[in-house]
């Protein structure tokens, strides 16, 4: 079974450009999440799907962070424009029922560098 | 609130040596507890997890016992090998409302022969 994928896995900007990134989950899993990873922070939610309705967003930016999930398949995340603040490693992650009360299996991760 | 407060590291042990990670929680209701694990290089993995008070999650040799008494969900293992170096985060996952996570802040392992 594919695990999760994301892409790209590293990503170099400056401050005020414009990221996209880009999810899909396992085949089949109804609930998809993004969550930031700042370095030598644990990860945290940013925003959880259901199909392609959104359960949760009440940490993401709304200023700058955008994310949708048409179709209810895969998912793109993105911010426009980016902070310094931003640097971090963007996870996807995804289970497979539609109350996210199944294991959650990360992908690998989107390395963000804004200078 | 909800968090997860996780014993700073780094830690580093000997081959076969005792590891004790401490991970205590707060949170309202009843939530789940997860230890995950992330190996150099690779994603978060699920190690094991525990769903109500007094269970005991394992998986590879790791244990943990979630404790309501104390909100703790410590992470053992009896003898250590250094595969077993990595980052492990712990996590509740708090009930209803979407379930969504919170994770601590990590705890790197350093194993070393």
């Known amino acids: 079974e594919a695990g999760v994928a994301q892409s790209p896995r590293y990503k170099i900007i400056e401050k005020r450009q414009s990221v996209a990134f880009w999810c899909n989950p396992i085949?089949?899993?109804?609930?998809l999440y993004w969550y930031q990873q700042i370095l030598g922070q644990g990860p945290k939610l940013l925003i959880q799907?259901?199909?392609?309705?959104?359960?949760?967003d009440s940490q993401l930016p709304k200023d700058r962070f955008s994310a949708e999930r048409l179709k209810g398949v895969d998912s793109t995340l993105k911010i426009q424009p980016a902070k310094l603040e931003d640097s971090a490693v963007y996870l996807c992650a995804s289970s497979l029922d539609l109350m996210g009360t199944d294991t959650q299996y990360f992908g690998p991760g989107t390395r963000l560098t804004v200078l | 609130g909800n968090s997860v407060t996780q014993m700073e590291g780094p830690v580093t042990l000997s081959e076969e040596a005792f590891l004790t990670i401490n991970c205590t929680y707060t949170?309202?209701?009843?939530?789940?507890l997860f230890w995950y694990v992330q190996y150099p290089g690779e994603g978060l993995q699920l190690l094991l997890k525990?769903?109500?008070?007094?269970d005991k999650g394992s998986n590879k040799g790791f244990e943990a016992t979630y404790r309501k008494e104390t909100t703790s969900f410590h992470l053992e293992k009896g003898s250590v090998q250094v595969s077993d170096s990595a980052v492990y985060f712990c996590?509740?996952?708090?009930?209803?409302?979407?379930?969504?996570?919170?994770f601590g802040t990590g705890t790197s392992l350093t194993v070393i022969p």
């Open positions: 799907f259901q199909n392609n309705g959104v359960v949760d």
């Open positions: 085949s089949g899993h109804a609930t």
């Open positions: 525990a769903t109500k008070a007094d």
């Open positions: 949170a309202t209701g009843y939530p789940s």
């Open positions: 996590a509740l996952r708090k009930p209803n409302t979407g379930n969504q996570f919170y």
